[in-house]
């Protein structure tokens, strides 16, 4: 009875294994009687599953921490008020090579996140885009009286060509990348690029400067003008200061105090380093004036404002007890640097 019972089962079924398929098994193929399954089936799914989690956990984790990681690695606020572009020769421009160097440092020395898309981590930075704007605001503006003043005789002369270029190159906005579809469909010349190129053409003026190729008009009258609009500029910096901290002083949280606090603080930064070194090629002036003390103090209140750098930049109500106002903190430097400013053109137009 017992081999006459085994006889009647199926082929499948004789060596006493229940080999019904279920699922996806169903469909494979028999030989034999067996069907054409993988050996360990099973615990090879698992492990894929399991390799798959941990390759999106290490992805997950690698995309959370490339922007927090890589921006901390990017960030970098320069302003050191000892730094100076070396030796400078006797003939040549201390503030062109002030200029110069300031260029070489935060565009080749440092990398330009202004401009960086949205997949580099330099994209999320903040404060340092803030600062080199600032900074490349006062290069516009001293590069710009070089062109119209300094660089020419009497400023009734052709302007220079290297100055040209490089007032031309600098008054690019500090945000343009090699695609930007709202600006053109063709590739763009990146800011740094043109950054570049002025930086090179001021190196170039003074390697002019010095073989008598080229005019650095030593003038009271030069030194003025260039004051003055220097002046303007620290007075709409003030006049913003002055409109962050009434319109958003109450707040406890204020998104836009920082981004003009590092602003500033680039603009003064440069203001003081390129005031410096014009100080030294106007020397002769200034001490015919009586104003070498008056130039240097303005210096000082400059760079004493542009080291200022809280942890975090807080507008809070002018006589809280609670709260700091670092704007208003800065705004005395730059006033008192304003007011110098001014004293000094009184001293210049004697």
Not at 72 to 97: C, K, T
Not at 174 to 201: G, H
Request: proline share 5%.
């Amino acid at each position: 009875m017992s081999d006459e019972f085994i006889a009647d089962q199926p082929a499948g079924d004789r060596s006493g294994n229940d080999t019904r398929r279920t699922g996806w098994r169903r469909f494979l193929p028999r030989i034999g009687g067996l069907a054409l399954s993988r050996p360990h089936e099973d615990g090879e799914r698992s492990r894929w599953v399991t390799g798959l989690r941990w390759g999106g956990s290490a992805l997950l984790a690698v995309m959370l921490l490339y922007y927090p990681v890589g921006a901390a690695l990017v960030h970098r606020i320069n302003d050191d008020p000892a730094f100076n572009p070396g030796v400078v020769p006797a003939e040549a421009s201390n503030a062109v090579a002030m200029a110069a160097a300031i260029i070489d440092r935060e565009v080749n020395q440092t990398g330009w996140p202004s401009n960086d898309p949205w997949f580099f981590p330099g994209a999320v930075l903040d404060n340092m885009p803030n600062f080199q704007a600032g900074e490349i605001q006062a290069l516009q503006r001293v590069i710009t009286e070089l062109r119209d003043q300094i660089g020419r005789s009497r400023g009734t002369s052709s302007i220079d060509p290297g100055l040209q270029n490089a007032a031309s190159a600098i008054n690019t906005r500090p945000d343009i990348w090699y695609f930007d579809l709202n600006r053109s469909w063709a590739p763009l010349t990146p800011s740094d690029n043109y950054y570049r190129d002025a930086m090179r053409s001021l190196i170039d003026f003074n390697t002019r400067l010095v073989a008598g190729q080229a005019v650095f008009e030593r003038r009271a009258d030069n030194l003025l003008s260039t004051l003055e609009r220097i002046s303007q500029d620290l007075g709409a910096a003030s006049n913003k200061i002055d409109q962050e901290i009434d319109a958003e002083s109450a707040a406890w949280f204020d998104t836009g105090a920082d981004d003009i606090f590092y602003f500033n603080k680039g603009q003064l930064y440069a203001y003081g380093l390129l005031l410096r070194a014009l100080g030294r090629d106007f020397q002769p002036i200034l001490a015919e004036k009586g104003a070498s003390t008056i130039w240097q103090r303005m210096v000082d209140s400059m760079l004493e404002g542009a080291v200022l750098q809280p942890l975090f930049v807080v507008n809070g109500e002018p006589g809280s007890v609670a709260q700091p106002n670092h704007l208003a903190e800065q705004g005395f430097y730059l006033l008192r640097a304003r007011a110098q400013l001014d004293e000094l053109q009184d001293i210049l137009r004697k």
